[in-house]
């Protein structure tokens, strides 16, 4: 039995759980999305703005908690509140719910309080069974309108309500087209859609064993019993993993009389944006189908028209605009786009449904929307004045900011384009073709970059979609599936690429004489549409314009500094042009790794003495010096915090026979001295083993060795450009006082050497990463010698929770799914475990010096909500790696603002 766990305080208000909306009711307001879900509020919101919205009534998210606590049942006052709120869509249209001579149809649509696209489920035309499709067809004169609504329930009802095989009845559809030479859905006739209808229903019989249900009250109550399910669907559960979504929020149903894009030429059904979500244009922007229903345009089935002539002509499309075809309802829809966009003052996703020439608002919401997008359309509507810039702040998701920061396909560079579709979602991606999504997630698991090849995507494909580097699909437009999908998770995408042959089962794709087999690489430009044989070379980034307006308008409300981790010149360089205000975390053992000083670094380890161990250290010497003035020349005067070595020293020694002798010889001794060394440091459990400053207190001529290379460097620098750099030599691994007082000794020392050797003075600090449970509970009297405290919480969330990071991969998704971390903890940080002891650490520390600088280094620097957790925990600033600088910058903003 499928379980929804802790239930969210918000959704229950009271024992009520039905709330109808439109023909001049409107229970529900766009405020209640935890309650109704984002359609049902926003249904309720436009009803009560005097939009046309067909009558209907929410069944709220409150019930889908229930559904699933009481085990899957419905509780009787639940079918009498609907039952109320049939009797409210009856009274508005006039129609009866299974009347056969006139009969009241309803879709039965989910509603989550976020939008999670294609997701889970819906039902539409359900209310029809073998006689009341006579009455549709009698009533609205069109009878083959009326057999094409019943074959498209039999078929969505079977597919989503009973479980059975969609592809038998896609078959079925393909079988009837093919006998009569037809290539459209409809240029069926009546006749042929009624055998469609007797074909559907026998395989319903045969698939599910008894007849298809013609009771209209058991098909809406098997409806509304598969959307809860749906919530518990495994593509839903990826999707609220991917995107932090809580499993207790359940999702609400909305039922609603139905209006139909299927009842020929003057009928149509759309999706529409009031601004381009890919590049944030002020244009309307969507795509509609004459003689269609919504799950059309979705689903990617037919590929759509467009919506405005502007449009049509920039893509060089034949078919008419929606504009030029139905130019007073677009006129009409013009006007709604206007009036929606400035009620909710942002930019709208809108599915509508004209029926024979009159307009149908079906859902509003809230866009998805590129990062290049948002961007321009925060920074335009806070300049248009229909948003402060705080609120344009908080508009930008600072995670989708990665989407800008990484390159793009090189516009000088040779492109091999076999293909051309719809530039659904920009970006550029190179990768191995693969053509189904568990290929894609088991080849991505290995490190191989992926593109995922479809000939349309679906929602069972979200795992593979999430692994690839970008998608290619043959079918469907831009508001296709896997078009707001993949914008939704800033991967490039190219759909309704119409020249692709794909065939799947085999590993092909064939395209005008050109055959790509799978593990062969592709390159998809999702802002041309270009598919392209081989890779392609790219291009960095330009970080201005409305990135830069943005970046700036944050950077003038945060209150916490961001800082890098890096050490090598490229990386500082790269930081700084993204903002960084210093470097949190310089890791000094990366230097010791290179190739040209790794012979230095193992005659230290080798060495039986303290005399050899300093010879050796000699050598490094200058080389680390070299390295800190690099450093120190970047960052120009900011402070950079220097992580003196931290890693035990058997990770520096080889352990393949033919390096042992490489080793022997240049150490000028024996491979039998090196292995026998190389076991004396072996450990059972290195991350809690002989390293951090236990090297230091063990082996303090490391230590001095560093502290000299940083005090001579940053002199240098300090007489080179007349800018004295701020270093800030951290000690790591601290447990006790005693052992910060013992290594800040050591630096101190070498300070004054070499600041009586060069007869001048820098400013320095000398504190600790606090990585380890003690270090914080003792915090008071490490800060007695500490002057700043740096919190490593990749380490600390390893020895707070007794997991090692580099195992936590193995079950870790298991405890999130299960609800005993609500996220990966070393994602984004346990505020209620590690996150209590940063604060009671910045408290005990602060307590003894008021002054001490406070900040966080680990990986959690980089991750909004663990920034959020900074803020509100007083640290003073937040250290990340280079390409997540700006995703800090704006998350320490909305931070600020947020604790305003």
Not at 294 to 318: C, F, K, M, N, S
Not at 647 to 660: D, K, N, S, T, V
Request: with cysteine; glycine share 10%.
């Amino acid at each position: 039995m499928a379980t929804v766990t802790t239930r969210d305080p918000a959704q229950r208000t009271d024992e009520r759980y039905v709330y109808r909306f439109g023909g001049g009711a409107s229970d529900g307001r766009a405020g209640e999305k935890n309650l109704l879900g984002g359609k049902g509020a926003n249904l309720a919101e436009m009803a009560s703005i005097g939009l046309p919205v067909p009558p209907g009534f929410t069944i709220s998210t409150a019930m889908c908690t229930r559904y699933y606590e009481e085990g899957e049942r419905f509780p009787d006052s639940l079918r009498e509140e609907v039952a109320g709120g049939i009797a409210h869509i009856e009274g508005v249209t006039g129609k009866r719910f299974g009347d056969a001579s006139d009969p009241l149809l309803v879709s039965v649509r989910s509603g989550a309080r976020v939008s999670m696209p294609g997701m889970m489920d819906t039902v539409l035309n359900l209310g029809l069974n073998d006689q009341t499709v006579e009455g549709l067809a009698s009533g609205s004169g069109d009878a083959r309108f009326a057999w094409d609504s019943y074959r498209r329930f039999i078929q969505m009802y079977a597919d989503v309500v009973l479980g059975l095989d969609h592809g038998a009845f896609e078959e079925a559809l393909e079988v009837a087209k093919e006998d009569q030479g037809f290539t459209l859905d409809t240029e069926l006739s009546a006749d042929d859609l009624r055998a469609l209808v007797a074909e559907y229903k026998a395989l319903v019989q045969a698939e599910w064993g008894k007849p298809f249900p013609q009771d209209v009250h058991d098909q809406l109550w098997g409806a509304v019993g598969a959307v809860f399910g749906s919530w518990q669907s495994e593509r839903a559960k990826v999707y609220r993993r991917l995107n932090d979504i809580p499993a207790g929020w359940g999702t609400a149903v909305n039922v609603q009389a139905m209006v139909f894009g299927n009842m020929g030429e003057t009928s149509a059904t759309g999706v529409a944006f009031t601004r381009d979500p890919s590049k944030g244009d002020r244009a309307y922007y969507g795509e509609f189908l004459i003689n269609a229903q919504g799950e059309d345009v979705v689903a990617g089935i037919r590929t759509p028209q467009y919506l405005t002539r502007a449009a049509r002509e920039d893509a060089g499309a034949q078919a008419a605009s929606m504009e030029e075809a139905m130019p007073a309802v677009y006129a009409e829809l013009a006007g709604v786009f206007d009036t929606l966009e400035t009620h909710y003052r942002d930019m709208q996703d809108i599915e509508f449904t004209v029926e024979r020439g009159t307009l149908w608002m079906l859902q509003t919401r809230s866009g998805k929307r590129t990062a290049r997008a948002a961007l321009k359309i925060a920074v335009d509507m806070a300049n248009e004045g229909l948003i402060s810039r705080e609120e344009a702040i908080g508009r930008v998701d600072p995670q989708a900011l990665d989407q800008l920061l990484h390159p793009t396909l090189d516009p000088q560079a040779t492109r091999d384009v076999i293909a051309r579709g719809l530039p659904a979602s920009p970006g550029a991606a190179s990768g191995a073709a693969v053509f189904d999504a568990d290929t894609a997630e088991k080849w991505a698991a290995e490190g191989k970059a992926v593109i995922l090849v479809r000939t349309e995507t679906s929602p069972e494909d979200i795992h593979g979609m999430h692994a690839a580097k970008g998608i290619l699909t043959a079918r469907g437009g831009m508001t296709s599936h896997a078009a707001v999908v993949a914008r939704g998770m800033g991967r490039p995408c190219v759909s309704g690429a119409g020249g692709l042959s794909i065939d799947a089962k085999s590993g092909r794709l064939r395209v005008g004489g050109r055959e790509v087999a799978q593990g062969d690489t592709l390159t998809l430009d999702g802002s041309t549409g270009e598919v392209m044989a081989g890779e392609v070379a790219t291009v960095q980034p330009e970080l201005a314009g409305d990135f830069g307006t943005l970046m700036g308008w944050a950077d003038g409300c945060r209150r916490m500094k961001v800082r890098a981790n890096a050490e090598t010149p490229a990386d500082c360089k790269t930081a700084r042009e993204f903002g960084a205000e210093g470097i949190g975390l310089c890791r000094t053992e990366h230097m010791f790794f290179d190739a040209a000083r790794i012979t230095a670094v193992r005659q230290m380890i080798l060495a039986a003495d303290e005399a050899g161990r300093r010879a050796a250290l000699d050598k490094l010497l200058p080389e680390q010096r070299d390295d800190f003035a690099e450093i120190f020349l970047v960052m120009a005067g900011l402070p950079v915090t220097i992580r003196l070595l931290d890693p035990p020293l058997h990770e520096f020694l080889p352990r393949e026979e033919a390096e042992f002798a490489e080793v022997a010889a240049a150490a000028g001794t024996d491979v039998e001295t090196v292995k026998r060394r190389a076991s004396d440091l072996h450990e059972f459990n290195p991350m809690l083993g002989h390293r951090g400053c236990r090297l230091g207190v063990t082996y303090p001529e490391i230590y001095e060795m560093q502290a000299r290379a940083i005090f001579e460097a940053a002199i240098d620098i300090a007489e080179r450009t007349g800018r004295a750099p701020v270093p800030e030599v951290m000690i790591p691994l601290v447990a006790t006082r005693r052992e910060l007082e013992l290594m800040k000794a050591v630096v101190d020392r070498a300070a004054q050497t070499v600041f009586a050797e060069r007869g001048r003075t820098v400013k320095y600090l000398v504190g600790t990463m606090i990585e380890l449970p003690r270090a914080a509970l003792k915090a008071g009297e490490i800060a007695e010698v500490g002057e700043f405290f740096s919190f490593g919480t990749n380490d600390l969330t390893q020895t707070t929770l007794g997991v090692s990071r580099d195992d936590a991969a193995r079950f870790l998704s298991a405890y999130v799914e299960q609800g005993i971390y609500a996220r990966d903890p070393f994602v984004s940080l346990d505020v209620d475990g590690v996150g209590e002891l940063v604060t009671l650490a910045v408290e005990r520390g602060r307590a003894t010096r008021s002054d001490i600088k406070l900040g966080i280094c680990g990986e959690h620097g980089g991750d909004p909500a663990s920034i959020a957790f900074c803020e509100s925990a007083g640290l003073d600033y937040v250290s990340a790696s280079p390409y997540r600088v700006p995703i800090a910058r704006l998350a320490a903003a909305q931070a600020a603002l947020k604790a305003r």
